[in-house]
């Protein structure tokens, strides 16, 4: 009887434990929401490394939502990114025309210009022009 009422009580505290520990992702997306810094204009982004990188519905890894993901080579938009770098969030558009925004982990995008930015070698050709 005593080790069966132990049992219980450890089932209990472990499930407890395990709930209190649960990410509450959407009211982590909305308390994030228009807090992040953002880049303006939004920049380009390619995801980099190796494997699928997976969306997040906030920037918090129990938040990955495993049906969304891109994959090496992708282009992304990036529009803000957490004040200690570690999460973007990026728009991606797939072949389908379908759009899709969500959290990454940093590491594997390559941030590039700001949509907008003049190429690089118009600087060259004014000057040239100004000459």
Known sequence: MYLRASLLCL???????????????????????????????????????????????????????????????????????????SWLEVNFIAKDGEDYTGWVKADRVEIGKPYGAPPEDADEASAEDSQ
Request: glycine fraction near 6%; charge should be negative.
């Open 11 to 85: 089932c209990l505290f472990s499930s407890l434990s395990q709930a209190a520990v649960k990410v509450n992702c959407s009211a982590l997306a909305e308390k994030l929401s228009g807090t992040v810094p953002e880049f303006h204009p939004s920049v380009q982004g390619k995801v980099i490394g190796t494997g699928r990188l997976h969306f997040h519905e906030a920037p918090d890894e129990a938040c990955a939502n495993k049906k969304i993901f891109v994959i090496p080579g992708d282009s992304l938009t990036v529009y803000s990114s957490l004040e200690d770098e």
